[in-house]
């Protein structure tokens, strides 16, 4: 294999180990980014009260928003010394495993204390959540292999029944 063809390959192993496109990565990883932005703020404003629920409930909401970024973008807490490895450990879960650990994190503060607020801070992070349960879905298949399983498929019922067409009854 010649030096030119090397970064190909292990981007193309990065991709095809969970099944998703550079782009759509890139969309989940935004998609965390602002849910965890969303999560901060709104956690913030919940605290901004004297209800123990919705305090309980916003500093979740916080601690969500650290977990989102140190998942999704370690490079913006270069401050904590465990970053890196738990961004490590993040990116060899598979999608439906992050899919159930988002949508899990974003809908406990809700269960705590169900508000406009916690409704939609955490709807964006829950939105990451299943994206990365669609990953895990798997790619579409073609239309090519469709139309010819579609093909198939009358051929394999009259094998069954033991009529063809040339046969009339």
């Known amino acids: 294999m010649s030096s030119a063809e090397q970064p190909s390959a292990v981007n193309k192993a990065n991709t095809d180990d969970d099944g ?3 782009w759509y990565r890139w969309l989940c990883k935004i998609a965390g980014v602002i849910g965890g932005i969303s999560c901060a703020v709104a956690g913030v404003w919940n605290c901004v009260t004297v209800n123990p629920l919705n305090i309980a409930a916003g500093v979740w909401m916080v601690l969500n928003a650290c977990v989102l970024f140190l998942c999704e973008v370690p490079f913006c807490c270069q401050f ?3 970053a890196n490895a738990v961004a490590a450990r993040a990116d060899r879960l598979k999608p439906w495993q992050k899919a159930f650990f988002y949508c899990g ?3 406990f503060p809700v269960f705590l204390s169900l ?3 916690t409704l939609f801070g955490n709807a964006i992070a829950f939105a990451t959540g ?3 349960g669609l990953a895990s879905l ?3 298949g073609d239309a090519v292999s469709y139309a010819r399983l579609q093909h198939q498929k009358p051929g394999d ?3 069954l029944t033991g009529t063809t067409d040339g046969e009339a009854q």
């Open 157 to 159: 019922e009259e094998k």
């Open 138 to 140: 798997g790619k579409k």
């Open 115 to 117: 508000s406009i607020t």
């Open 80 to 82: 904590i010394e465990f």
């Open 130 to 132: 299943v994206l990365y």
């Open 105 to 107: 994190m974003a809908l």
């Open 20 to 22: 998703m496109s550079w």
